[in-house]
């Protein structure tokens, strides 16, 4: 089963050195165990473009679609074997990066 784990924070590019260490330690973890599948950051939400093409409406809207003070400022797409084993791999990503995270399975 796949699941995405998204780190929750209110700016990006914010892990201090020690952070990014345990997050490092935490990535070999998941690739060492067969959990990896891939992880990365992502940028504020105030370089975001909402594009709606639905009918060709042909609209863009620069910024993002939810104005919050907290925002996915990362992720990791992992295997795991069942809810279980994600829940807990969340919360070890958690503790490595020193964030609120959600888990949710991936369809298909």
Known sequence: MRFIIAVIDS??????????????EFNDKLQANGH?????GVDDPAKATVIDNRSDLGQVIAGPLHNTEEFMAGFWIINADSPEQAKQLATEGSKACNRKVEVRPILG
Not at 14 to 22: H, K, P, V
Not at 36 to 40: E, L, R
């Open 36 to 40: 990896w599948i891939m992880a990365c």
């Open 11 to 24: 700016k990006s590019r914010s892990a201090s050195g020690n952070e990014m260490a345990a997050i490092d």
